[in-house]
């Protein structure tokens, strides 16, 4: 059900759970102070309980009294990317609030989101959101309205449809609990050398982990994965002779041929446009598992060294069965 700013509040203040749009990817929301809403989201999004959410704010000044201290490049950073896909790992002021969202631990994640339908539902709410990524855990996220329909749609109280998710990858994640070093715990669109650049004039060391670090708990589990099990090739030649297969790789690749009834072609858009392919990544992922092929072969590539290439490649990375 597509709910309005006004039904999706009400809503949210009785404990219900709905998914929102963010620039990044749809979030399953709830009253990040609600003990009960929060392990909705649990059950809903079948998560294992351990897996912590990202709390979303209006702005950084309704996060601050939910903080015990933080490195004084966070505000730069903040002011620099936010709203904005980035989220930020700190130190929590204990007792909290947000101890069901974080799973007990004293550290949160907390993000400001930048999608306009969003942030005015934040700003005319009293509590921040817990809001994992709307898909049931394992999947890959949901980029559209349609996407969090066709797997939650049943489940839920409804969805504030902002249209497709501009960026279509989740956040980059920073861990700032260190005042001179940032670890980046999940690429995103915002990159090492985009902070570097903003904290030019400080002395912090940014690290790049590239792929999630233990200090996300959601690191050990499964991400991304379409229903269709997904092998990598590095050749149009390494396309097995078989029935009913999709092939995915870019608009490149598919020049000169054509699909047929036993092998279809997914193409992720041309590889000399990464912000058109991360943003339409996960709607191709959804558009295969409705082809129901008994596999999918993806031709590899080298994304290079952007941040966005990066993430991109991540992502392809923890869709593949191994
Ligand atoms: O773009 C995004 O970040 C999207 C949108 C909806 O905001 N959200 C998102 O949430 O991607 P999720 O739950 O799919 O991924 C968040 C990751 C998880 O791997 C989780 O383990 C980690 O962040 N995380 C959340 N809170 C944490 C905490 N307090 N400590 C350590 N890791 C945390
Ligand atoms: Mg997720």
């Known amino acids: 059900m597509k ?5 999706a509040i009400k809503i ?17 929301a709830a009253d990040a102070t609600n003990k009960k809403a929060i392990e909705r989201i649990y059950e809903i999004k079948n998560r294992p309980t351990d897996n912590p959410l990202i709390c979303h704010f209006y702005s950084f000044v309704q996060a601050k009294p939910f903080l015990a201290s933080y490195p004084k490049y966070v505000e730069m ?28 631990s004293a550290h949160v994640i907390i993000r400001i989101p930048m999608h306009e339908l969003l942030l005015k ?11 994992p990524s709307a898909n049931t855990s394992g999947k890959y996220s949901a980029t559209t309205a349609e996407m969090v329909e066709a797997d939650l749609g049943k489940k839920i109280e409804g969805v504030l449809d902002g249209g497709a998710s501009s960026i279509g990858l989740e956040s980059t994640i920073l861990d700032c609990r260190n005042k001179d070093e940032i670890k980046i715990l999940r690429p ?3 990159g090492k050398e985009d902070i570097e650049w903003c904290l030019r004039n400080e002395n912090v060391k940014v690290i790049d982990t590239l792929s999630f670090e233990l200090a996300t708990p959601g690191s050990k589990y499964k991400h991304y994965s379409p229903a269709t ?15 009913n297969i999709a092939v995915i790789g870019f608009e490149e690749d598919f020049k000169n041929v054509s699909s047929s009834e036993n092998l279809k072609f997914i193409s992720l ?11 339409s990544l996960y709607r191709k992922m959804f558009e295969l598992d409705a082809l129901k092929v008994s596999e999918a072969y993806l031709l590899q590539r080298d994304f290079g060294n952007s941040a966005i ?14």
């Open 3 to 7: 709910l309005s700013v006004e039904e």
């Open 12 to 28: 949210l203040y009785k404990g219900g759970v709905i998914a929102i749009p963010t620039e990044t990817v749809y979030g399953l």
């Open 77 to 104: 950073l903040v002011n620099q990317f936010t709203p904005g896909p980035v989220s930020f790992l700190l130190p929590l002021n204990m007792p909290s609030s947000l101890q069901a969202a974080t799973r007990g």
């Open 121 to 131: 539902l934040l700003k005319k709410i009293s509590f921040p959101l817990a809001a």
């Open 188 to 190: 995103g669109v915002i």
């Open 229 to 243: 099990p997904v092998f990598q090739i590095h050749t149009e030649s390494e396309i097995p002779v078989k029935k």
């Open 269 to 279: 858009g041309s590889e000399n446009n990464l912000s058109e392919v991360a943003s």
């Open 309 to 322: 290439g990066k993430a991109i490649s991540n992502r392809l990375e923890h869709m593949l069965s191994r």
